[in-house]
């Protein structure tokens, strides 16, 4: 069986969501950040708005260090739908548990995210939570 170019791409946007969830449960700023492009905007799941990657560092290294004392977040990709070639957007799954397990919460985040030099990155992005139904 061989890979297509859709393939690839999607195996990349992946390691992307993959590379978010790592960063989120180890607390890592930097690397978090690194996913972003440099004028990239974000809305936060609280409704913050901020606008390119120095203001998502200053948000994220207020936030992030101690974030997951009580427990962690997983992010699972439910839909791609590439705009182009080089423009994804990416929903996700995004599930809150505490340290045993337990559900405490979901998240829907969207991140259109653009190719750039041959790395995917987080451009246009918006954090939901789910409200219970």
Request: net charge negative.
């Amino acid at each position: 069986m061989s890979t297509t170019p859709v393939d690839t791409e999607l195996d990349a946007i992946r390691t992307v969501v993959a590379t978010i969830q790592h960063s989120q449960q180890n607390e890592l700023v930097d690397e978090f950040v690194g996913l972003f492009r440099e004028d990239a905007i974000w809305t936060t799941g609280g409704g913050k708005r901020l606008f390119g990657r120095a203001a998502i560092a200053e948000f994220t290294a207020e936030v992030l260090p101690g974030a997951m004392r009580d427990g962690t977040a997983t992010y699972e990709i439910e839909h791609v739908l590439f705009i182009r070639p080089d423009v994804a957007a990416v929903k996700v799954h995004q599930r809150y548990l505490t340290n045993d397990g337990q559900v405490t919460g979901e998240g829907s985040p969207m991140y259109v995210m653009s190719k750039e030099n041959g790395h995917w990155l987080l451009t246009a992005n918006q954090n939901t939570v789910i409200a219970e139904s």
